[in-house]
């Protein structure tokens, strides 16, 4: 049978250890029994990921939200300019429509229609006398034009016309 001795020492070995084991149990204790869900420094995170590859990530996520709203940001801005040219387009013909009609009420008016015919092709009512007169074939008197003033022509022109003769 061993000594007291022999069974210190053997259980000094496995003293240590069972230490280690009381002190863990007492962390637990402390904790509730639950291990810390609270993330060490240099572990990652909740994810397991490191910082940098976090930010990778979060830049990846953002980059594929921007391109999916991009498409129907873009469809949305090319629809409202459409919109507004479409708009502007029926404002025009609306003003074309009431030009017409305005046009129309004229022309349904007979004292208009007269003196359109009167102008436009000379027509006459019956028992008038309808006179044309004709000019002579020739030259139509031309206006002369009139000779620049010695204030719009440069000075350089004038020296030349002074010498020259007023010539061009």
């Not at 060490?40 to 391109?67: D, E, N, Q, W, Y």
């Not at 991009?70 to 479409?86: F, G, H, I, N």
Request: hydrophobic share 30%; net charge positive.
């Amino acid at each position: 049978m061993p000594t007291g001795r022999e069974q210190q020492g053997g259980r000094r070995g496995r003293g240590t250890n069972t230490s280690a084991r009381r002190s863990e149990r007492a962390r637990s204790a402390r904790s509730g029994g639950q291990r810390s869900t609270r993330p060490r420094p240099g572990t990652g995170g909740a994810f397991k990921l490191a910082s940098t590859r976090r930010a990778a990530v979060l830049a990846i996520l953002v980059c594929a939200m921007a391109l999916s709203v991009s498409v129907p940001l873009r469809t949305y801005m090319s629809q409202r300019d459409e919109l507004q040219a479409k708009q502007q387009q029926q404002a025009e013909l609306a003003e074309d429509v009431h030009e017409l009609s305005k046009r129309k009420d004229m022309l349904s008016d007979p004292q208009h229609v007269e003196a359109e015919a009167r102008r436009r092709l000379g027509l006459v009512r019956p028992g008038e006398t309808p006179y044309v007169v004709h000019l002579p074939p020739g030259k139509k008197p031309e206006k002369p034009e009139p000779a620049p003033k010695p204030k719009d022509v440069p000075w350089y022109q004038q020296l030349w016309q002074s010498l020259t003769g007023g010539g061009s």
